[in-house]
């Protein structure tokens, strides 16, 4: 069965800390991983994957894709208390846009 | 561009009555898509629908649920009898190919 699993599923942190946010998968056939952020309305899209190796990056996030370990990481540096968030991943099955979501990662970040 | 745009945003209805979720794609998306989130089972895809057209319901939770897309700028999701546990927000995306832009969202309140 294909499934998309996060963690951690929280993480308290302080303004300045870097964070790293895991997503592994198992999907057969995969084409690729989209990471979203969640604040308090709908989630907003980040970054996708599609390639292993290469970084995307968007000012202090950056992501990056392993193919062969079935995993993608978020990063998140100098974090600030407006990165409190749920991260989500989500990857298609084969052949359809039915997308897998994992449950999240909620990011809190202190002053 | 506005978005994807849902109305309502807020619906507060008895058990038994109907509801009905408006959702407007963005302009040039092909495919959209109707997603629910609770605290409970996270984010659930319900259904989507590729030019018009629904391609996989199977997340319907059952056959009080049903969506129509009668054109390429507008959709419908209907529950109806509605009960208690229907309670949760209800979002709706679109997107070409991989990458979903999601709407605010309808936060459905059944008592």
């Known amino acids: 069965e294909d499934k998309v699993v996060q963690s951690p599923l929280s993480l308290v942190v302080h303004e300045g800390d870097t964070v790293t946010l895991n997503c592994s998968y198992e999907?057969?056939?995969?084409?690729?991983l989209l990471w979203y952020k969640q604040e308090k309305k709908a989630p907003t899209f980040l970054f996708m994957l599609?390639?292993?190796?290469i970084e995307k990056k968007s000012g202090r996030l950056s992501s990056i894709l392993d193919k062969k370990e079935l995993f993608s990481i978020l990063n998140i540096t100098a974090t600030q208390t407006g990165d409190s968030a749920i991260y989500l991943c989500?990857?298609?099955?084969?052949?359809?846009?039915?997308?897998?979501f994992g449950t999240g990662t909620r990011l809190k970040v202190l002053a | 561009d506005a978005g994807v745009i849902q109305s309502p945003r807020h619906e507060v209805t008895e058990m038994g009555q109907e509801v009905t979720l408006r959702c407007k794609p963005i302009?040039?998306?092909?495919?959209l898509f109707w997603y629910r989130q609770t605290m409970m089972r996270g984010l659930e895809l319900l259904i989507y629908?590729?030019?018009?057209?629904?391609?996989?319901d199977s997340g319907m939770p059952e056959d009080r649920f049903s969506a129509k897309m009668p054109n390429a700028s507008f959709s419908t999701l209907k529950i109806q009898p509605s009960e208690p546990r229907d309670s949760a927000v209800y979002f709706c995306?679109?997107?070409?190919?991989?990458?979903?832009?999601f709407g605010p969202g309808t936060r459905l309140t059944v008592l």
């Open positions: 995306a679109s997107s070409v190919r991989d990458t979903q832009y």
């Open positions: 999907v057969t056939n995969f084409r690729s």
């Open positions: 599609t390639s292993s190796g």
């Open positions: 989500a990857v298609p099955p084969p052949g359809t846009y039915k997308y897998i």
């Open positions: 302009s040039g998306h092909d495919y």
């Open positions: 629908f590729n030019n018009n057209v629904p391609i996989d």
